[in-house]
């Protein structure tokens, strides 16, 4: 119990008692019963109570006031950690998230370059394929593009291809030997389909031709090319077979000559 409470106890009680003894020895009919009850000696001490208790009640106050910004200061610093370690927490959680989320991206990235680079293409150009399937053939030339040799179709120059040609006349081979031209590739089981374009080579004569097709020495069907067209494009379903033999031919008697550029074949 705090000193200032107990020494208004103490100062009340003596005040009250001063008072009490007082008033027992008045006399029934004696006038100024008030200043002789409560003399100097009792308003002291009551007096003194009152101060005494008045002090309690602001050293109760100071200690109340301290108690609470105690409790604020350590509610704060409570708060304030709890709050850091969240977010310290948290921070660490979403990094951590982070990381995770750029791990898996890199490692589905890493997987999907792998199985890129692993597929299988599913075209080729005649002209990248080494050795070359057109293994052989008659009144014909390969371009590879790694000499100066072209042919010219139309207002377009190529440097890759190959071309088949028809010599009938007197005059000697065009392309090295006499009769209907032809080519055979060596296809290896290997391709679905083949797709080419053709066209007249410039400065031979515009004679109608036709395109005959045999896979695996079994006739197929013939194309006719006209040779005022510049070029046409064909398709040939090959079904994975092993040997394509294409021959041009004529019912004239002509020397001419077609160009076969934009070549690819197709597993």
Not at 33 to 46: E, Q, V
Request: glycine share 6%; aromatic share 12%.
């Amino acid at each position: 119990m705090n000193i200032a409470l107990i020494a208004a106890i103490f100062n009340a009680l003596i005040g009250i008692i001063n008072s009490i003894i007082n008033y027992v020895k008045l006399s029934p009919d004696e006038t100024g019963k008030f200043k002789k009850i409560f003399t100097p000696i009792s308003i002291f001490f009551l007096l003194s109570a009152v101060v005494a208790l008045v002090i309690w009640g602001i050293n109760k106050s100071n200690i109340t006031t301290k108690t609470v910004n105690k409790d604020t200061s350590i509610t704060s610093e409570v708060v304030a950690k709890s709050v850091n370690t969240d977010a310290s927490i948290t921070s660490a959680v979403v990094t951590k998230s982070v990381s995770s989320v750029v791990t898996e991206i890199t490692t589905i990235r890493e997987i999907t370059t792998v199985q890129e680079s692993t597929e299988k293409p599913t075209e080729i150009l005649l002209s990248d394929i080494n050795p070359n399937p057109l293994c052989r053939g008659e009144v014909y030339q390969i371009y590879t593009g790694a000499d100066s040799s072209t042919f010219l179709i139309g207002s377009k120059e190529y440097k890759k291809g190959f071309a088949i040609g028809i010599e009938h006349t007197q005059w000697g081979p065009i392309l090295g030997e006499k009769g209907n031209g032809y080519v055979i590739f060596d296809l290896e089981g290997k391709y679905s389909k083949f797709t080419f374009d053709i066209g007249k080579i410039n400065g031979y004569a515009d004679d109608s031709v036709f395109l005959k097709i045999y896979i695996d020495n079994e006739y197929i069907e013939q194309y006719e090319f006209d040779g005022l067209s510049i070029s046409d494009s064909l398709v040939i379903n090959l079904n994975y077979a092993k040997e394509l033999r294409l021959e041009l031919v004529s019912d004239e008697q002509i020397t001419t000559a077609y160009g076969f550029f934009n070549s690819i074949l197709y597993y």
